[in-house]
């Protein structure tokens, strides 16, 4: 069996240690201060796991897709709010940990975390695309949903509610986070993660047959 590889993000250097401590049972830690720490040496297939402290995670999450990569990201912190967390999930992070915590408490939390976002892949590509649209807010994948299916940018502005200025800026925030250059690039990746149409878009269509 491959061994897990993880990479963590955290400019405090004790808990960087004791985490990269308790991850060694289950895989390979790139321990690191910042993602400049790998010198441009990006592994494979790696987890990445961020310190929410501060401006560390948004820093992290834009030097990412500045970077071209694209890591699940599991952010963790000693105390979050369900509001906060919640936040951090659709702002595309796989999934949030409290840390400290006992070992064998943050291995299995992060084994069911890993487990969920691998569940329904059938292919690397596919699991990799999924990755990639999971970066995007509930009202991006509407927009993009919506795209996939044909709709103008007018007709997914009156679909949810919203003028068609504010699609063009959801869909310019869409090629960012997923790295591409056009819709067209975004819409093979929507197709390969399987992106649903979101409710909203789905009535329309309902409506329109």
């Known amino acids: 069996m491959q061994e897990n590889t993880f990479i963590v993000v955290d400019c405090n250097y004790r808990n960087r240690n004791e985490l990269t401590l308790a991850l060694g049972e289950m895989g390979y830690v790139v321990p690191a201060d910042t993602l400049d720490d790998l010198g441009g040496r990006w592994p494979e297939g790696a987890w990445l796991l961020v310190h929410d402290e501060g401006p560390q995670l948004p820093q992290t999450q834009q030097a990412l897709r500045s970077a071209g990569q694209y890591y699940p990201l599991v952010a ?3 105390q979050a709010s369900i509001a906060h967390i919640m936040d951090v999930l659709s702002d595309g992070a796989a999934g949030y940990l409290e840390w400290p915590t006992p070992g064998e408490r943050l291995r299995r939390s992060l084994g069911n975390i890993m487990t969920r976002k691998w569940q329904g892949s059938t292919t ?9 649209v999971g970066q995007l807010s509930p009202r991006e994948r509407e927009v993009l949903s919506g795209v996939s299916e044909g709709y103008s940018s007018k007709e997914v502005a009156r679909t949810l509610g919203i003028s068609p200025r504010t699609v063009e800026l959801h869909r310019a925030n869409v090629l960012t986070k997923l790295g591409v250059r056009n819709v067209a690039a975004a819409v093979r990746l929507s197709v390969e993660a399987q992106l649903d149409a979101g409710p909203a878009v789905t009535q329309e269509r309902e409506l329109a047959l």
């Open 76 to 78: 963790y912190s000693k």
């Open 124 to 132: 690397p590509e596919q699991a990799r695309a999924k990755q990639r």
